[in-house]
């Protein structure tokens, strides 16, 4: 069975610093990944997506993230936090053979100015 | 832009009520997804409906049915509401195709659904 875990439930960062949101999974074969970010009270928006292509993806907003096979992990980064940052981010892996997703628990991150 | 709409944004009903909660994409999706959001237990799949009048169960689909007499529609159905379904409701779409994990699945704005 396909799962995710996300290590950190809450991230805080100040402005103009790096993110780091970490995340790793287990697949039975190779999945598909992805990011997705949740504003309050907003649906959720798709950040990126590794589908066995390059393993560093890049994605909106300057996020990018990297598919580590031997590590299972898809950690998302941003190189400089902005206060629009702030919101619940969820990584996300396909399920074999069927259009289903399994999404971590999130990872809600808050920017301090 | 592609879109998916849902019918509330906020409701409230009352325990023992029948719910309907409305879903519309305008992207010609054959896939729709419902599923609830809980606070540290991220997205779980409620239905899945991979076409017209085809559903099929996801993770957690006691106490719910669904209905999709159109493609683009695809409801969501409390029979009896209960108060352990207070919840964000979230729906989605995605194509379907070949490569059948790749295809990322667009969310609706969410109903959050208070049940007393």
């Known amino acids: 069975a396909q799962s995710v875990t996300q290590l950190d439930s809450h991230v805080s960062v100040s402005e103009g610093t790096p993110v780091l949101l970490r995340c790793n999974y287990s697949?039975?074969?190779?999945?598909?990944l992805f990011w997705y970010v949740q504003h309050p009270n907003k649906g959720l928006q798709l950040l990126l997506k590794y589908t066995s292509a390059a393993t560093l993806v890049k994605g909106i907003n300057g996020f990018e993230a990297e598919f580590k096979k031997s590590e299972t992990s898809f950690h998302l980064t941003k190189p400089s936090a902005h206060m629009s940052d702030a919101a619940e981010y969820f990584c996300?892996?396909?399920?074999?053979?069927?259009?289903?997703?399994?999404f971590g628990a999130g990872t809600t991150v808050t920017v301090r100015a | 832009d592609v879109k998916v709409t849902q019918s509330s944004r906020y409701l409230v009903k009352r325990t023992g009520e029948k719910v309907f909660l409305e879903c519309v994409q305008d992207m010609d999706h054959e896939n729709m997804f419902w599923y609830r959001q809980d606070p540290g237990l991220g997205l779980r799949l409620i239905y899945f409906?991979?076409?017209?009048?085809?559903?099929e169960k996801g993770d957690i689909p006691e106490g719910y049915s669904v209905s999709r007499e159109k493609k683009e529609r695809f409801s969501l159905i409390l029979e009896s509401a209960s108060t352990n379904q207070t919840s964000m409701y979230l729906c989605?779409?995605?194509?379907?195709?070949?490569?059948?994990?790749?295809?990322?699945?667009?969310f609706g704005p969410g109903t959050r659904l208070t049940v007393t």
């Open positions: 409906s991979y076409d017209v009048k085809m559903k």
């Open positions: 697949s039975s074969y190779s999945p598909s």
């Open positions: 996300v892996v396909s399920r074999s053979n069927d259009y289903k997703l399994s």
């Open positions: 989605a779409s995605s194509f379907r195709g070949l490569a059948i994990s790749s295809y990322e699945q667009y």
